[in-house]
């Protein structure tokens, strides 16, 4: 694990980020975080990463793969389907003129490599597809 949550107080964390050797503060009473994400441009991953871990720990079993998806990514909503999973999470600032896309595959060649994400940000939204099933 490159990251661990540990509850302060009440509605008090901290977020340990061991590559990065970095500690934040998040206080969720007042939806504030120490990283410069949230000073600067008002997006911080961190307090989305503290709320999936509540809801993932308060369920009292083994996180699935969609929690863990939640905790490490730190993404609002994560639906499982039939590839794999589908990931949601809302931006700061619209993009009106166009759609920004990311893909990643197995290799160039079509005939043998697949895609294995899709990703893609429209106006407020940043949706990505992760396969996970063959």
């Not at 977020?15 to 007042?30: D, G, R, T």
């Not at 939806?31 to 009292?60: D, L, N, R």
């Not at 990931?87 to 697949?114: A, H, M, S, Y």
């Amino acid at each position: 694990m490159e990251y661990e949550i540990r509850k302060i107080s009440d509605g008090i964390y901290s977020v340990a980020k061991f590559k990065e050797n970095k500690i934040y503060s998040v206080n969720l009473n007042l939806m504030k975080c120490t990283c410069q994400g949230f000073k600067s441009w008002k997006k911080c991953k961190h307090i989305p990463m503290v709320q999936g871990y509540i809801i993932a720990t308060e369920k009292g079993a083994p996180l699935s793969d969609t929690d863990k998806i939640k905790i490490d990514l730190a993404f609002q909503n994560v639906e499982e389907t039939d590839f794999g999973f589908k990931c949601v999470d809302k931006i700061f600032g619209n993009f009106q003129d166009g759609i920004i896309l990311d893909i990643e595959t197995t290799g160039l060649d079509p005939k043998k490599d697949e895609i294995v994400t899709f990703g893609y940000i429209y106006k407020d939204s940043m949706i990505i597809f992760q396969r996970t099933k063959i």
